[in-house]
């Protein structure tokens, strides 16, 4: 499944960044220090942090966003995680799979889960193989609002040989089975506790989607809407007491305002940061900056169905005249990094060989020239009667956003092209379709946001053709039968040498056809309190390791 939100969801719409190595400086000012060295405005052992968002939902079955992730991964039930490097590792498993230790079977088609014992849900209830096949169940009931089922669907029958052993058996092989079977990475859906959820006939409504119980070194305990979400110690986690007390998650949609509240010490950690604000913040006194390569990348999708962008040479047309040099120096202070593949250089599955398109109006122009669009009067475009005009979405409380949505329409007005910009609350963008959710719904032209690149590299969640909305997050509703059939080879493969030329075909085909266009690849960038201390995020799953983290 994808992370917007991946997802990103992260701070939404347009966050910049670069490949450049990880680097951390921190502003110099003397602050007097409080008691145990601390400054005066820090609450000992308890971190108060912003994304510039609000969160949709608190159950990542139903919602994915990536500031969700970061709350999912304190919290919720995952049979594996992720270490420093991205690397899978056990949490409620004992082993991760492979076929090399004897978990996944030689044909691919078996996984077996041995899980741990003695591990108990948040309420202190044991938490056992139940808990784990119910939760299956829950992914593949189609009475559910899942965001996805992409992978789910070849689980043909499911074994409990134990209380602590789960089989799945697949219709074929699938090497994405992590992260998305119950992998914290990706914003996949987590393992569910059946005592809690068994007797209802779905769970879209459940009160437990509104405080969920969990499996993680914090523990839920309150969610004020439009305000802020509380996490406490869990007292019952396997690994023992995290070193902070509380975090409190505060909804800040505008980023302006999380900038100022972390002048005024009112958060500690501001994760993840837009690449407008990094010179800004580097400037403060007593707070830290973290800047390391991502897997997220911006992009503006384009609804690839609509009449007036279902031709490709439209689509390429709008690619070759937007200055994506311009938009990363104008309002990302130079942070990120020009290509045509979603693909991060730092994800072993990247393809250097994808040429970049560059910025040529007289190119843009003749393509445009070509397909029938002609200029009017007025200097936009037209073609039977209809107007070169796109309708862009774009989320409220996101001042660099509209920057760059400005520059975006300097930039295509001089091929005849006009916009016409609808802003939305965040909460809306990325709730499901039967719910009314923007990105899935699919009523707009063109949409700016973040993706987050899945750790494995699989590019099924965005461009496979069974994933377009309701069936996945293929919000671009894009189709293309030879990127599909190279998706499901590379998803049968489980060495990473061998599926490597199928990736490298799908991200060919998603250069040429252009159902999106890649702005940038980004950089995660967090600013925190100095006092912060512990705080190191990956880059799939950054709220993975907390047990040491502590202020």
């Known amino acids: 499944m994808k992370r917007p939100l991946a997802a990103t969801l992260i701070a939404l719409l347009l966050a910049g960044c670069a490949p450049a190595g990880t680097s951390q400086s921190s502003s110099s000012g003397a602050a007097a220090t409080g008691a145990g060295g601390r400054h005066p405005w820090t609450i000992p052992h308890e971190l108060r942090y912003a994304t510039a968002g609000d969160v949709a939902g608190l159950n990542p079955h139903l919602v994915q966003q990536t500031l969700l992730q970061y709350l999912s991964s304190l919290t919720m039930a995952w049979l594996v995680k992720y270490d420093h490097e991205n690397h899978p590792i056990p949490e409620l498993a004992t082993i991760v799979p492979t076929q090399q230790n004897g978990g996944i079977s030689k044909d691919g088609k078996t996984i077996v889960w041995h899980l741990r014992h003695g591990v108990r849900w948040s309420d202190g209830v044991p938490f056992d193989a139940d808990d784990v096949v119910f939760s299956t169940q829950v992914v593949l009931n189609p009475a559910n609002d899942e965001v996805g089922r992409d992978g789910w669907d070849l689980i043909t029958k499911i074994d409990e040989p134990d209380k ?19 992998g914290s990475a990706d914003a996949n859906p987590c393992v569910l506790p059946k005592h809690l959820l068994a007797n209802l006939p779905n769970i879209n409504s459940a009160p437990y989607n509104a405080l969920p119980v969990g499996i993680g070194p914090f523990k839920y305990a309150s969610w004020k809407r439009g305000d802020s979400v509380e996490l406490v110690a869990n007292p019952y986690y396997f690994r023992g007491q995290p070193k902070l007390q509380k975090v409190t998650f505060k909804v800040i949609p505008d980023r302006n305002t999380v900038l100022t509240q972390l002048q005024t010490h009112e958060i500690d950690l501001w994760a993840s940061v837009s690449a407008a604000y990094y010179p800004r913040l580097r400037a403060l006194p007593d707070v830290q900056v973290l800047r390391q390569p991502s897997f997220y990348f911006n992009h503006l999708d384009f609804q690839n169905q609509h009449a007036v962008l279902s031709d490709p040479r439209v689509r390429q047309a709008l690619r070759f005249a937007l200055d994506r040099h311009q938009l990363i120096d104008t309002v990302r202070h130079g942070i990120g990094i020009v290509q045509d593949t979603p693909v991060s250089p730092k994800n072993p599955t990247f393809d250097p060989h994808i040429p970049t398109a560059p910025f040529d109006l007289a190119r843009a122009n003749a393509l445009l020239d070509q397909a029938g669009w002609k200029r009017g009067p007025d200097g936009i475009r037209a073609k039977a009667g209809r107007k070169l005009s796109l309708d862009f979405v774009t989320a409220s409380g996101t001042p660099d956003t509209d920057v760059q949505i400005e520059l975006i329409r300097v930039n295509w007005s001089k091929i005849g092209v006009a916009i016409n910009v609808r802003h939305y609350p965040q909460t809306m963008l990325f709730i499901p379709l039967a719910q009314g959710g ?22 099924q969640f965005i461009f496979a053709c069974a994933a377009i909305p309701p069936g996945g997050q293929n919000d671009e509703r894009y189709c293309n039968p030879q990127v599909d059939a190279a998706i499901a080879r590379f998803q049968e493969l489980y060495d990473p040498k061998a599926r490597q030329p199928y990736s490298d075909i799908v991200q060919q085909h998603v250069a040429a056809d252009v159902p999106e266009i890649i702005l940038s690849i980004n950089e995660d960038i967090y600013a925190y309190n100095s006092d912060l201390k512990g705080f190191h995020p990956n880059q799939a799953s950054p709220f993975d390791d907390f047990m040491n983290v502590d202020i």
């Open 164 to 182: 602590y052993t789960v089989v799945y058996h697949l219709r074929k092989p699938y090497s994405a089975y992590l992260p998305t079977f119950f």
């Open 438 to 459: 923007i990105v899935y719904g699919g009523k707009w032209d063109v949409i700016a946001f973040q993706w987050g690149g899945s750790v494995t590299g699989d590019l």
